[in-house]
């Protein structure tokens, strides 16, 4: 059974930098087409993809904010983190990360973690 | 960036009724589309992927179509736990994109 937990702060200030980590289980990102994406929901609103990485180490980001955003990998403790930069209110969401397999897989979302609700107030 | 368009953005619908939701893509995602459903408070949950098929432990009454730029979400008869937002997501260009979102009410 796959599972995810993201972890990290619930309040960060305006100009400060979000770290995330998402540790998982029931996989390994060094099984070829193994990844973990990110995903962000302001309240209300609809989701956002952020960023995604897989065990051989290819990432992808989002443009919108691919020159604040990092995405990196420790397999030995089953972990994902993601940092953001220079935060703004408006960055105020849930952040979910998410399982993805692209061989032997569905190579979509699944299944999600729960969700980290960051809110960006000085 | 491929722009997804769901209609309606609220669906108002009695147990049992079909509901029948649409996402439709700015430019040609192939089959690459799929469907979650996410329930107040709790993560989304993928329901279609590859526009027709139904994702693990997913019931019957889900049903996905189309390809190219129009997709449909069909749901044959509400069940209690179907109300819910459902959001189309496609993966033929990056960056991957989810549409607003169809949220299907109880009438």
């Known amino acids: 059974q796959i599972t995810l937990k993201e972890s990290g702060p619930t309040l960060v200030k305006p100009t400060q930098t979000l770290t995330l980590t998402c540790t998982f289980s029931g996989f390994s990102l060094t099984t070829s087409g193994m990844g973990v994406g990110w995903i962000r929901q302001p309240p209300g609103k609809a989701l956002e993809w952020l960023a995604l990485?897989?065990?051989?180490?290819?990432?992808y980001y989002s443009p919108s904010l691919k020159s604040r955003l990092t995405i990196t990998k420790d397999s030995s403790k089953n972990q994902v983190v993601l940092t953001l930069t220079n935060m703004d209110p408006v960055d105020t969401a849930t952040y979910f990360c998410?399982?993805?397999?692209?061989?032997?897989?569905?190579?979509?979302?699944?299944?999600w973690g729960q969700g980290t609700l960051v809110t960006v107030s000085s | 960036e491929i722009v997804l368009t769901q209609s309606p953005a609220t669906l108002s619908l009695s147990t049992g009724e079909r509901g029948t939701l649409s996402c439709r893509a700015s430019?040609?995602?192939?089959?690459?589309l799929a469907w979650y459903q996410q329930k107040p408070g709790q993560a989304p949950r993928l329901l279609i992927y590859d526009a027709s098929n139904r994702a693990t432990g997913i019931p019957a009454r889900f049903s996905g179509s189309g390809s190219g730029t129009d997709f449909t979400l069909t749901i044959t008869s509400l069940e209690p736990e179907d109300f819910a937002v459902y959001y189309c997501?496609?993966?033929?260009?990056?960056?991957?994109?989810f549409g607003g979102g169809t949220k299907v009410e109880i009438k």
């Open positions: 998410a399982h993805r397999r692209v061989v032997g897989g569905t190579n979509w979302f699944d299944p």
């Open positions: 430019q040609s995602v192939s089959s690459y």
């Open positions: 997501q496609q993966r033929s260009n990056w960056p991957l994109t």
């Open positions: 990485i897989y065990g051989d180490d290819d990432k």
